[in-house]
Nanobody
Framework: QVQLVESGGGSVQAGGSLRLSCVAYGWTYSTSYMGWFRQAPGREREGVASIYTGGTSTYYADSVKGRFTISQDTVKNTVYLQMNSLKPEDTAMYYC????????????????WGQGTQVTVSS
């Protein structure tokens, strides 16, 4: 059974940084995609970033390009999201996700999801 466990959320002031982590248990960590989605109250879920677990390709939403960096440690089956220059509009619940097709964030429908970790950015 696949389980994705996120950590690293919290509260930070605008301009600050946070790093999210997601450990994948029971997941065949190769030739697929892992990444992050977020959802703020009253807004649709948004794909934030994804990474090809069989290589180094990464994909980002325009809203986070240049500020967020996704990376992975294949030995630890872990994906990270380094978030810098955070803005109040980045406030949301962030979800780790895994599955095929993550190269197209806007249409990605992951097969597995984590429970989510809250990120709050104050102005």
């Amino acid at each position: 059974q696949v389980q994705l466990v996120e950590s690293g959320g919290g509260s930070v002031q605008a301009g600050g940084s946070l790093r999210l982590s997601c450990v994948a248990y029971g997941w065949t960590y190769s030739t697929s995609y892992m990444g992050w989605f977020r959802q703020a109250p009253g807004r649709e879920r948004e794909g934030v970033a994804s990474i090809y677990t069989g290589g180094t390709s990464t994909y980002y939403a325009d809203s986070v390009k240049g500020r967020f960096t996704i990376s992975q440690d294949t030995v630890k089956n872990t994906v990270y999201l380094q978030m810098n220059s955070l803005k109040p509009e980045d406030t949301a619940m962030y979800y780790c996700a895994a599955g095929r097709g993550g190269y197209e964030l806007i249409n990605w429908n992951p097969s597995h999801w984590g429970q989510g970790t809250q990120v709050t950015v104050s102005s």
